[in-house]
């Protein structure tokens, strides 16, 4: 039997198969970050049939503050709720399940967007940005903790299949892991384990409110590929201690680097990084990465790289990709 076709077990969110449409953002929501017609009917084609077993939402900022660029979605409100049902009943008439993806953009974002000062760890230049952001206070920091907290009570009131928390691409929690950009010297900076605090207070306050049995996905950006920046060997150590605290999957990507490796067009180029985290971890860990053959992800599972095999713009350009993929096994 085909590996891609196998479902995922002994986990909190139980998959028909291996495959996953990874987040991507879609700039389709209203302008108050409502979940809009345009975005139900975008996600509608994607899940028909349910050959997807797992379709995550786009990045949705949990606070104004944290807004990355215009017509994103937002699960800043309680307002957003009852239109975000109706998306996740859609994916599920459609045979499959979702996730959503929360987000707070840190110094990855600017006034023109929010209206404010953007922020971060600490005063230091974003690489993906001439930004440099207000350095947060410890209360700001427990506030954002609580955004995550309460953004988290509203996805799992909205009828999706559990959350995921964003830590990659150069956004707030990314900001907080690596090393460029977070040079504190308090609790939520200095060593490794400072870095991943703000992680592992998020994790807890989003376990308290979604309850044991609601799957925490993360995504991680597992290395920055900049010198100075995030390593392998420092994610491996912070996948364990997420695994510890209560994430249900690992969803791995890049970092500063964002969803790219420059010159590197190989088929899950990412694949090194979920490889090296799957080692240390017992929980499923999911790869996407320039995957857009059918093989390349029956390979990719096989030789053990990962569990579970996101394809992005295989699947954007495609939505009957996943279709045919199932399809050619059959």
Same mark, same amino acid.
């Given at each position: 039997m085909s590996y891609l076709l196998k479902s995922?077990?002994?986990? !909190?969110?139980? #998959?028909?198969?291996?495959l996953v449409m990874p987040p991507m953002?879609?700039? @389709?929501?209203?302008q108050n970050g409502k979940v809009s017609k345009d975005i139900l009917d975008y996600y509608d084609e994607k899940s028909r049939g349910g050959y997807i077993s797992l379709i995550i939402i786009e990045h949705s900022f949990i606070t104004l503050a944290g807004k990355a660029s215009e017509r994103q979605l937002s699960i800043a409100e309680d307002t957003?709720?009852?239109?975000? @049902?109706? #998306?996740?009943? &859609?994916?599920? !008439?459609?045979?499959? @399940?979702?996730?959503?993806q929360i987000n707070h953009a840190g110094s990855s974002t600017n006034k023109e967007i929010t209206g404010l000062n953007p922020v971060g760890p600490s005063?230091?230049?974003?690489?993906?940005?001439?930004i440099v952001p207000d350095e947060l206070s410890i209360n700001e920091i427990k506030n954002i903790i609580l955004e995550f907290k309460n953004a988290a009570r509203r996805v799992k009131e909205s009828g999706f299949d559990g959350v995921e928390i964003h830590s990659a691409h150069g956004y707030l929690l990314n900001q907080f892991f690596s090393p460029l950009t977070n040079k504190r010297n308090d609790e939520y900076g200095g060593g490794l384990l400072g870095r991943i @605090?703000?992680?592992? =207070?998020?994790? !807890?306050?989003?376990r308290d409110v979604v309850? =044991? =049995?609601?799957?925490?996905l993360l995504r991680l950006g597992a290395s920055d590929n900049i010198e100075g920046g995030i390593t392998i060997e420092d994610s491996k150590i912070a996948a364990v201690a997420f695994e510890k605290a209560g994430v249900d999957i690992l969803d791995i990507s890049g970092g500063f680097?964002?969803?790219? &490796?420059?010159?590197?067009?190989?088929q899950g180029?990412?694949?090194p990084l979920s490889e090296s985290i799957k080692e240390v971890v017992s929980i499923p860990v999911l790869l996407t990465g320039g995957i857009t053959k059918v093989e390349a992800a029956e390979n990719l599972l096989s030789s053990e790289k990962a569990d579970l095999i996101g394809v992005a713009r295989a699947i954007y350009k495609d939505s009957k990709w996943a279709q045919k993929a199932i399809e050619s096994f059959k």
């Amino acid at each position: 039997m085909s590996y891609l076709l196998k479902s995922l077990e002994n986990c !909190k969110l139980t #998959l028909n198969n291996r495959l996953v449409m990874p987040p991507m953002a879609t700039s @389709k929501s209203d302008q108050n970050g409502k979940v809009s017609k345009d975005i139900l009917d975008y996600y509608d084609e994607k899940s028909r049939g349910g050959y997807i077993s797992l379709i995550i939402i786009e990045h949705s900022f949990i606070t104004l503050a944290g807004k990355a660029s215009e017509r994103q979605l937002s699960i800043a409100e309680d307002t957003t709720i009852e239109r975000l @049902k109706e #998306l996740s009943n &859609i994916i599920h !008439k459609n045979g499959s @399940k979702t996730v959503m993806q929360i987000n707070h953009a840190g110094s990855s974002t600017n006034k023109e967007i929010t209206g404010l000062n953007p922020v971060g760890p600490s005063a230091i230049i974003n690489p993906n940005s001439s930004i440099v952001p207000d350095e947060l206070s410890i209360n700001e920091i427990k506030n954002i903790i609580l955004e995550f907290k309460n953004a988290a009570r509203r996805v799992k009131e909205s009828g999706f299949d559990g959350v995921e928390i964003h830590s990659a691409h150069g956004y707030l929690l990314n900001q907080f892991f690596s090393p460029l950009t977070n040079k504190r010297n308090d609790e939520y900076g200095g060593g490794l384990l400072g870095r991943i @605090k703000i992680h592992l =207070d998020i994790i !807890k306050a989003v376990r308290d409110v979604v309850g =044991d =049995d609601f799957p925490i996905l993360l995504r991680l950006g597992a290395s920055d590929n900049i010198e100075g920046g995030i390593t392998i060997e420092d994610s491996k150590i912070a996948a364990v201690a997420f695994e510890k605290a209560g994430v249900d999957i690992l969803d791995i990507s890049g970092g500063f680097c964002r969803f790219i &490796i420059p010159g590197n067009t190989s088929q899950g180029y990412f694949s090194p990084l979920s490889e090296s985290i799957k080692e240390v971890v017992s929980i499923p860990v999911l790869l996407t990465g320039g995957i857009t053959k059918v093989e390349a992800a029956e390979n990719l599972l096989s030789s053990e790289k990962a569990d579970l095999i996101g394809v992005a713009r295989a699947i954007y350009k495609d939505s009957k990709w996943a279709q045919k993929a199932i399809e050619s096994f059959k």
